[in-house]
């Protein structure tokens, strides 16, 4: 049976027993194929600040494990291999972990993104892990909208622009009235909206104040510009009220009449 194995000067010269194979496909010792089992994928990951990220993987039924990065073999000397013990289940399984730095990432020229995956060998045949996918992680400082002040008339909707800053992972967005977290999940008066604006849905005269959009990932956080919202009661003018007394028996007089 063939084997996806990195046979070149930079891995060890190993290849796992095979087994004979009869005409029929089976194998002649009659045991049934045993290949390996991954029990601990390699983890997505993100490189921040230059910081090179580490990925590990685990399986069981395992004689030996490399990584493989963008279809390429990772060399061996840069592997930490090991064999544990599970002393809960009282298995063997057969560890490996590498190093991935920005370096690597950058230089890497291809249509998706860099990733790695571990392949594990037995006797039998060998598995695949998944891919995990390994991004430089960033955050730019400027805000592609920010909130504008505004005044919103009592029991009125009003919406607060916001396009956080471009950046890997996507940024959460959350905002702040006077400094203080808005908790939108409980406070029912306040949504974000997907882009990252804020909705005021009915406008009370404590909604009055200072409010920033702030945008965060694993990198760093970012404010936007402040926009004062004033709540204000519409002054509608009054009925007329009825004519006064003409204040005249005779000749010329004045009659009045009001409203506020």
């Known amino acids: 049976m063939p084997w996806d194995f990195p046979f ?3 891995f060890p010269h ?3 027993a095979q087994r004979q194979v009869s005409s029929d496909g089976s194998y002649l010792d009659g045991r049934e194929p045993v290949l390996p089992t991954f ?10 600040r230059n910081e090179p990220v580490d990925l590990a993987c685990k399986a069981v039924d395992a004689v030996q ?6 279809d390429e073999w990772v060399m061996a000397k840069l592997h930490s291999q090991s064999d544990v013990l599970d002393t809960g289940t009282g298995q063997y399984f057969k560890a490996a972990t590498i190093s991935v730095t920005k370096a690597n990432v950058d230089e890497y020229v291809g249509d998706d993104d860099y990733w790695c995956q571990c392949v594990a060998w037995s006797q039998d045949g060998q598995t695949n892990s998944k891919k995990a996918y390994i991004r430089v992680a960033y955050l730019r400082k400027l805000f592609l909208r920010e909130p504008l002040s505004t005044q919103v008339e009592l ?5 607060l622009q916001c396009r956080p800053p471009d950046g890997m992972p996507v940024p959460e967005v ?3 009235k006077d400094e203080e977290y808005i908790d939108v999940e409980n406070e029912i008066n306040f949504m974000i909206t997907h882009e990252g604006s804020l909705i005021i849905q009915q406008a009370r005269l404590v909604d009055t104040g200072n409010y920033t959009c702030n945008a965060q990932n694993i990198v760093s956080r ?3 510009t402040t926009a004062s919202v004033t709540v204000y009661v519409n002054g509608y003018w009054s009925a007329w009220s009825s004519w006064s007394e003409c204040n005249s028996d ?3 007089g004045v009659q009045q009449r009001t409203r506020s």
């Open 222 to 224: 970012r404010k936007s």
């Open 39 to 48: 029990i601990e994928d390699p983890a997505e990951s993100y490189i921040v």
């Open 14 to 16: 190993f290849m796992p």
């Open 174 to 176: 959350t905002w702040t």
């Open 8 to 10: 070149d000067v930079a």
């Open 155 to 159: 029991d009125a909707a009003v919406e």
């Open 65 to 70: 494990m490399y990584f493989k990065c963008n």
């Open 250 to 252: 005779c000749g010329r």
